[in-house]
């Protein structure tokens, strides 16, 4: 591909927008067969295939995104409108002094109550090249990413009964991230994975298979101004981390206009070694296999996932609170507090920035394949998996032991005793041993039926551990291993831009996130049932119903809050006053999705294949979450219900058709290169 074939982007405005430069290329080299090389060795039993692929790219990225304009980048806000709650209706912005509670005259702070700081960091906004206050920038980079492969597997026949298969794999990479602002992030790696496998024919009616696989891939990422002096030390930022993985200027968020942040600092390396053997018998009509597994997984990271500190901006301050601690609707807005240099809130991580995670993971299973009859075949399986939460090496993690009724919290470390519900283990978290998932499956061609109609139905349980590795990184990001913290404004400890990191909290716990001991590992049901029917000249159609049921899934909550409706600029009400607020992970989501699903195929035939598939769903959780990767919470701890309706992803109808066509070049009856060397290519 090539941006010289392709269109344009697309523009909101009706502008024409300058395009980026990009191209992909694509390349491989493939070769193999018996290990014969002239004079040098001779050795038919045994095969070899040596692979190549390599890309070369340069990926569009088209941004749209909101930025102030020029008068509002020196407080002049006499033009700028805001929406009113959820209404679509736009309303002029009000804007209030903070130190007077008096309305700015015809909404312009003026010159001499700019935050020099808030200007400087101004200066990483483009202006806008679109008309309007909204969606009024635009932007179209390229971003290079490069990757070669390279693979070579060799399979030997080392008697009648034994193979001995080697697969080794290793890819190198690097590419850049582009950020709307116009910089970009670096990304390198490689990867390299090794497998040995041996097959044996233990008699006509067994057949034993054994592995051994070494995995290792290594990831870091340099954000641009990981490169540069440091801007928050430039600008006149205090921030308590020195490191120079936290260079860069502070994370900020808006309600009406574009963040400003970029890339972690990070280097990962994830390394697995694992051992599994499973037994396939045959015993007349059922085919059964009997296997385990053991998987010993390491992940060491370095990084600061909050370093630089993120403030939030939302208009709380510049809004009319003359009447109470609540601001008046309507008032208030992101950038002018921005520029006054008053922040809503701020949270920060630093410290420790090594961590060195490993677990173990079990596996067992059995599976019966039964051929009732010729036309009706039963898969009856069980499987059961175990997984130890993920530790770290010098015990770097901490979580909050919580008492009965949430009546007080205490700092819990691993292999220490808890204040209120004994001695946490190694990864502050119970493993759970009940992790059993039966499967059912049934094929049935119909008999009576002029044509092949096939009956489908399964049942299965799958559990997703992914979820504790989730759960370790951020339980290692805590105190005492790490300061973390995150506070709102108030008018008796106000936050500055200048200083938003340094507030001496009252509270003794600064822990900002915590997961329920007796965590359980998410999982689904999952059923299905479908009825196929073939036609004449390769065509067939297909009903069936899809279902999927979360249990157990990740739930955000803020136990620690003031109860909803309490004045925000007052000093914060928490229910525990030695802790401050903080995230609590529990197990207590559900979802459900239902699908019926219609598909038309034609297979490939005279040149022609082609597929049309509908699906009609419906999905509903009180979570968005699934094995901990969510940051969203709940709106009420207390009524986790509450939050129950549509899922984001729902989407009600689903069309997708595709096809094949090719030339009838050397096809029967083709008049086209018939008996040319290219015909019969």
Same mark, same amino acid.
């Given at each position: 591909?090539?941006?010289?074939?392709?269109?344009?982007?697309?523009?909101?405005?009706?502008?024409?927008?300058?395009?980026?430069?990009?191209?992909?290329?694509?390349?491989?080299?493939?070769?193999?067969?018996?290990?014969?090389?002239?004079?040098?060795?001779?050795?038919?039993?045994?095969?070899?295939?040596?692979?190549?692929?390599?890309?070369?790219?340069?990926?569009?990225?088209?941004?749209?995104?909101?930025?102030?304009?020029?008068?509002?980048?020196?407080?002049?806000?006499?033009?700028?409108?805001?929406?009113?709650?959820?209404?679509?209706?736009?309303?002029?912005?009000?804007?209030?002094?903070?130190?007077?509670?008096?309305?700015?005259?015809?909404?312009?702070?003026?010159?001499?109550?700019?935050?020099?700081?808030?200007?400087?960091?101004?200066?990483?906004?483009?202006?806008?090249?679109?008309?309007?206050?909204?969606?009024?920038?635009?932007?179209?980079?390229?971003?290079?990413?490069?990757?070669?492969?390279?693979?070579?597997?060799?399979?030997?026949?080392?008697?009648?009964?034994?193979?001995?298969?080697?697969?080794?794999?290793?890819?190198?990479?690097?590419?850049?991230?582009?950020?709307?602002?116009?910089?970009?992030?670096?990304?390198?790696?490689?990867?390299?994975?090794?497998?040995?496998?041996?097959?044996?024919?233990?008699?006509?009616?067994?057949?034993?298979?054994?592995?051994?696989?070494?995995?290792?891939?290594?990831?870091?990422?340099?954000?641009?101004?990981?490169?540069?002096?440091?801007?928050?030390?430039?600008?006149?930022?205090?921030?308590?981390?020195?490191?120079?993985?936290?260079?860069?200027?502070?994370?900020?968020?808006?309600?009406?206009?574009?963040?400003?942040?970029?890339?972690?600092?990070?280097?990962?390396?994830?390394?697995?070694?694992?051992?599994?053997?499973?037994?396939?018998?045959?015993?007349?009509?059922?085919?059964?296999?009997?296997?385990?597994? @053991? *998987?010993?997984?390491? !992940?060491? +990271?370095?990084?600061? =996932?909050?370093?630089?500190?993120?403030?939030?901006?939302? &208009? /709380?301050?510049?809004?009319?609170?003359?009447?109470?601690?609540?601001?008046?609707?309507?008032?208030?807005?992101?950038?002018?507090?921005?520029?006054?240099?008053?922040?809503?809130?701020?949270?920060?991580?630093?410290?420790?920035?090594?961590?060195?995670?490993?677990?173990?993971?079990?596996?067992?299973?059995?599976?019966?394949?039964?051929?009732?009859?010729?036309?009706?075949?039963?898969?009856?399986?069980?499987?059961?998996?175990?997984?130890?939460?993920?530790?770290?090496?010098?015990?770097?993690?901490?979580?909050?032991?919580?008492?009965?009724? @949430? *009546?007080?919290?205490? !700092?819990? +470390?691993?292999?220490? =005793?808890?204040?209120?519900?004994?001695?946490?283990?190694? &990864? /502050?978290?119970?493993?759970?041993?009940?992790?059993?998932?039966?499967?059912?499956?049934?094929?049935?061609?119909?008999?009576?039926?002029?044509?092949?109609?096939?009956?489908?139905?399964?049942?299965?349980?799958?559990?997703?551990?992914?979820?504790?590795?989730?759960?370790?990184?951020?339980?290692?990001?805590?105190?005492?291993?790490?300061?973390?913290?995150?506070?709102?404004?108030?008018?008796?400890?106000?936050?500055?831009?200048?200083?938003?990191?340094?507030?001496?909290?009252?509270?003794?716990?600064?822990?900002?996130?915590?997961?329920?001991?007796?965590?359980?590992?998410?999982?689904?049901?999952?059923?299905?049932?479908?009825?196929?029917?073939?036609?004449?000249?390769?065509?067939?159609?297909?009903?069936?119903?899809?279902?999927?049921?979360?249990?157990?899934?990740?739930?955000?909550?803020?136990?620690?809050?003031?109860?909803?409706?309490?004045?925000?600029?007052?000093?914060?009400?928490?229910?525990?006053?030695?802790?401050?607020?903080?995230?609590?992970?529990?197990?207590?989501?559900?979802?459900?999705?239902?699908?019926?699903?219609?598909?038309?195929?034609?297979?490939?035939?005279?040149?022609?294949?082609?597929?049309?598939?509908?699906?009609?769903?419906?999905?509903?959780?009180?979570?968005?979450?699934?094995?901990?990767?969510?940051?969203?919470?709940?709106?009420?701890?207390?009524?986790?219900?509450?939050?129950?309706?549509?899922?984001?992803?729902?989407?009600?109808?689903?069309?997708?058709?595709?096809?094949?066509?090719?030339?009838?070049?050397?096809?029967?009856?083709?008049?086209?290169?018939?008996?040319?060397?290219?015909?019969?290519?």
């Amino acid at each position: 591909t090539n941006s010289a074939l392709n269109a344009k982007p697309f523009s909101i405005n009706g502008l024409d927008i300058p395009q980026a430069a990009y191209a992909q290329s694509r390349f491989s080299l493939i070769m193999g067969g018996p290990l014969v090389v002239k004079h040098i060795v001779k050795d038919p039993n045994t095969q070899f295939f040596f692979t190549y692929f390599g890309t070369r790219s340069r990926t569009p990225r088209l941004f749209t995104e909101t930025v102030p304009t020029s008068a509002e980048r020196v407080g002049d806000f006499s033009q700028a409108t805001q929406s009113l709650g959820t209404s679509a209706t736009s309303v002029p912005v009000a804007i209030f002094d903070p130190t007077t509670h008096i309305q700015f005259p015809a909404n312009v702070i003026p010159a001499r109550l700019l935050n020099p700081a808030s200007l400087r960091l101004l200066q990483f906004y483009p202006v806008p090249n679109e008309p309007g206050t909204a969606n009024n920038y635009q932007f179209e980079t390229a971003a290079p990413n490069n990757t070669d492969n390279l693979g070579l597997r060799v399979q030997r026949n080392i008697t009648q009964k034994d193979r001995l298969a080697f697969n080794f794999q290793y890819q190198n990479r690097d590419g850049r991230t582009p950020q709307w602002y116009g910089v970009s992030d670096s990304t390198s790696g490689y990867g390299l994975s090794g497998q040995i496998q041996w097959t044996r024919n233990i008699s006509a009616q067994a057949i034993s298979n054994a592995q051994v696989r070494i995995s290792r891939n290594r990831t870091e990422i340099t954000p641009y101004f990981s490169l540069v002096p440091d801007v928050a030390a430039q600008i006149g930022i205090y921030r308590p981390s020195s490191s120079p993985l936290d260079y860069g200027p502070p994370t900020l968020t808006f309600t009406n206009f574009a963040g400003l942040t970029d890339s972690t600092a990070t280097l990962t390396r994830n390394q697995t070694q694992s051992f599994g053997e499973s037994v396939t018998l045959l015993k007349g009509l059922h085919s059964i296999t009997l296997g385990m597994n @053991f *998987t010993r997984a390491d !992940l060491s +990271t370095r990084s600061d =996932p909050n370093g630089r500190g993120t403030l939030s901006f939302n &208009g /709380l301050l510049t809004s009319d609170l003359t009447r109470g601690t609540q601001p008046v609707p309507g008032t208030g807005y992101d950038l002018a507090d921005f520029l006054l240099g008053d922040p809503q809130s701020s949270s920060i991580r630093y410290g420790d920035t090594s961590n060195y995670f490993s677990e173990n993971q079990w596996f067992g299973y059995a599976q019966d394949e039964w051929k009732m009859r010729p036309n009706l075949t039963v898969v009856l399986g069980l499987r059961y998996e175990f997984f130890t939460p993920y530790a770290e090496k010098y015990g770097h993690m901490a979580n909050l032991d919580i008492a009965p009724g @949430f *009546t007080n919290v205490s !700092l819990a +470390t691993p292999a220490a =005793p808890g204040a209120y519900t004994g001695v946490f283990p190694a &990864g /502050l978290i119970n493993p759970d041993h009940n992790n059993f998932s039966p499967r059912v499956g049934l094929a049935w061609k119909l008999p009576w039926t002029k044509r092949s109609t096939l009956l489908r139905t399964g049942y299965g349980i799958y559990y997703n551990e992914q979820s504790y590795i989730q759960l370790a990184q951020q339980l290692a990001q805590q105190p005492p291993f790490a300061k973390s913290y995150a506070v709102n404004t108030t008018l008796s400890n106000p936050l500055t831009l200048n200083a938003p990191f340094s507030l001496v909290l009252p509270q003794s716990i600064t822990n900002t996130f915590a997961v329920d001991r007796y965590y359980r590992t998410p999982y689904a049901h999952t059923w299905n049932f479908s009825i196929q029917h073939d036609f004449a000249h390769g065509y067939f159609v297909e009903a069936g119903y899809v279902g999927t049921k979360g249990t157990h899934l990740d739930v955000r909550t803020l136990p620690n809050e003031p109860p909803p409706g309490s004045p925000q600029l007052l000093t914060q009400r928490n229910q525990l006053g030695d802790a401050v607020g903080f995230t609590y992970d529990l197990p207590v989501g559900n979802s459900i999705f239902n699908a019926l699903q219609l598909r038309a195929v034609r297979r490939f035939n005279r040149g022609i294949s082609f597929n049309a598939f509908y699906q009609l769903a419906k999905s509903i959780d009180d979570t968005p979450s699934l094995g901990g990767a969510g940051n969203t919470v709940v709106q009420n701890w207390l009524d986790i219900e509450g939050d129950r309706g549509l899922s984001a992803f729902d989407v009600r109808h689903q069309f997708q058709s595709g096809f094949v066509w090719t030339s009838p070049v050397a096809a029967p009856g083709s008049r086209i290169a018939a008996d040319t060397k290219l015909g019969r290519l």
